[in-house]
């Protein structure tokens, strides 16, 4: 059984009610637990609709908010160090992202797999059909 985090791109699609990614949301929930960063509430939430507001508090309720703590802040400024030197820049949210994934042990699923190119993270790419693949790092 696989616990994993959700991206915000996975929640937005559940939100504005894509099938596939209701039913996705519903087929990992079957598998183990899922959490997200508290990175990604933040992101949600200052997307939301007012008319959305009961529907995604209910969803990120429905999951464990992880918190951005030292073990997270720590990786997630040593990912950013690291990549740099190979001339890549990471966005600061999705690196946070990443950074709680690894220190949780979760594997991350995700809209947009290339955002997230840490070998050691275990990455899953939804597709529009919300069908997932793992996606191999470089």
């Known amino acids: 059984m696989a616990d994993h985090l959700l991206d915000s791109g996975i929640l937005v699609h559940h939100l504005r ?3 596939a990614y209701v039913a996705l949301t519903n087929r990992l929930a079957e598998l183990g ?3 997200i960063a508290t990175f990604t509430r933040f992101e949600i939430m200052r997307g939301m609709r007012q008319h959305e507001n009961e529907g995604t508090y209910r969803l990120v309720d429905s999951m464990v908010n992880l918190p951005m703590n030292m073990a997270v802040a720590d990786l997630a400024g040593e990912l ?3 990549w740099q030197t ?3 820049v ?3 949210g999705d ?3 990443a950074a709680t994934a690894l220190c ?3 594997e991350l699923v995700t809209t947009n797999g290339r955002h997230f190119p840490m070998p050691e993270l275990n990455v899953w790419q939804a597709d529009e059909e919300g069908k997932i693949t793992l996606k191999g790092n470089p």
């Open 95 to 97: 690196v946070i992202i």
């Open 90 to 92: 990471l966005g600061e």
């Open 104 to 106: 949780f042990d979760l």
């Open 17 to 19: 009610n894509y099938p």
């Open 33 to 35: 637990q899922l959490y």
């Open 80 to 82: 950013v160090r690291t």
């Open 86 to 88: 190979r001339g890549i």
